[in-house]
């Protein structure tokens, strides 16, 4: 922290992933992020010294999936239908209720919604949302709001970036993407099937519970591959990416977070993979990216790396080079949007 910041007091509103249990949790899937968390999680880590309150948006699943995600949380608050929106007022209740924050931070599209209604709160208010790779800030009550460019996708994770993992056992291939009820496991399917053709035939894929597809793919499985091919953690699939292993990042996310999905899949000795598109560059060395985000050109990305372990240490090479670069920028970035924060606040404060 800057000589001359005051430590803060922030609250943070995170919406993870829901799974779709009526037809109004879609517009509630749609609104979630999960990287949001993960990012939420980041922020604190890198601001110790500021007085950190979680409030979650959902109820108890929601609040048990962001402890998985790293996350615990002072409380949930449940939203009519899904839309986080409608929380607003519940949120604004329970945000002034202890202490008015001099800022409070929002995670996702659905929480962006909610921090446009608590114009009457003196602090600032600052959205960062993974999942559509956007940023806005609102300097003080019922100020206009005005977009902030978010750090680059791998500066979230940079310092979790850990030494490459010698494959042990069966290969295992993570399917991710942001929000996972939005990532088909119809891909992830056609990876490992691709794969066994090949003759890798201990290959294992994952993915999360809440992903659509797993029908068809244990149809795939128990008619076509044979038992073990696939499974679902308990955990959220992105907490359960194996060292050694490598990861699919789901083409259907947003370029910001596919990049940052990246980073946090390195960050746990996974070998991240995806197709060529905006952003995953900034991340992602030429030797893990496909000319296409589909399953075959995903697999076929895949066999050279299992096979070939000069490229696969090229690879750890360029994540350690991405990673380097990284370095310190999240600090910075928080610093001054948080500064400015807090001097907004002094201002709010002044006037009043």
Not at 39 to 58: E, F, K, N, W, Y
Not at 80 to 109: I, K, M, N, Q, Y
Not at 113 to 124: A, P, V
């Given at each position: 922290?800057?000589?001359?910041?005051?430590?803060?007091?922030?609250?943070?509103?995170?919406?993870?992933?829901?799974?779709?249990?009526?037809?109004?949790?879609?517009?509630?899937?749609?609104?979630?992020?999960?990287?949001?968390?993960?990012?939420?999680?980041?922020?604190?880590?890198?601001?110790?010294?500021?007085?950190?309150?979680?409030?979650?948006?959902?109820?108890?699943?929601?609040?048990?999936?962001?402890?998985?995600?790293?996350?615990?949380?002072?409380?949930?608050?449940?939203?009519?239908?899904?839309?986080?929106?409608?929380?607003?007022?519940?949120?604004?209740?329970?945000?002034?209720?202890?202490?008015?924050?001099?800022?409070?931070?929002?995670?996702?599209?659905?929480?962006?919604?909610?921090?446009?209604?608590?114009?009457?709160?003196?602090?600032?208010?600052?959205?960062?949302?993974?999942?559509?790779?956007?940023g806005r800030f609102w300097s003080a009550r019922g100020a206009a709001v005005s977009p902030v460019e978010l750090p680059s996708p791998g500066a979230w994770f940079a310092g979790h970036r850990v030494a490459a993992a010698a494959a042990v056992g069966p290969a295992r291939v993570g399917l991710v993407g942001d929000p996972p009820g939005e990532t088909d496991v119809g891909l992830l399917a056609g990876i490992v099937s691709l794969l066994r053709v090949a003759g890798v035939r201990d290959v294992v894929g994952v993915a999360d519970r809440m992903s659509p597809g797993w029908r068809r793919a244990r149809r795939l499985e128990a008619e076509m591959l044979g038992a073990g091919c696939f499974t679902a953690p308990d955990a959220p699939a992105i907490m359960s990416l194996a060292a050694g292993g490598f990861t699919a990042i789901d083409a259907g996310s947003s370029p910001y977070a596919r990049a940052m999905l990246a980073s946090w899949a390195a960050g746990c000795g996974s070998l991240p993979i995806a197709g060529e598109g905006a952003l995953v560059d900034t991340v992602l060395p030429r030797e893990l990216i496909a000319p296409e985000p589909d399953g075959p050109s995903l697999a076929r990305l895949l066999l050279e790396l299992i096979e070939d372990r000069g490229m696969r240490e090229r690879a750890w090479d360029g994540l350690r080079e991405s990673a380097a670069g990284d370095a310190g920028t999240l600090q910075a970035w928080l610093d001054q949007q948080l500064g400015e924060s807090a001097a907004a606040a002094s201002t709010e404060a002044v006037a009043s």
């Open positions: 922290m800057p000589a001359g910041v005051r430590s803060l007091r922030i609250v943070h509103l995170i919406q993870p992933a829901a799974a779709a249990a009526s037809p109004w949790s879609i517009r509630s899937r749609s609104e979630s992020s999960d990287a949001g968390v993960l990012a939420c999680a980041a922020m604190i880590a890198a601001r110790p010294t500021d007085s950190h309150r979680v409030l979650v948006i959902g109820g108890a699943a929601a609040r048990d999936r962001a402890a998985a995600l790293g996350v615990r949380a002072g409380g949930c608050i449940a939203p009519t239908l899904g839309r986080a929106a409608t929380a607003a007022r519940a949120v604004h209740a329970a945000v002034s209720a202890v202490a008015e924050p001099d800022v409070v931070c929002g995670w996702s599209a659905g929480c962006g919604g909610i921090l446009e209604r608590l114009d009457r709160l003196r602090g600032s208010r600052l959205l960062i949302d993974p999942a559509a790779g956007e």
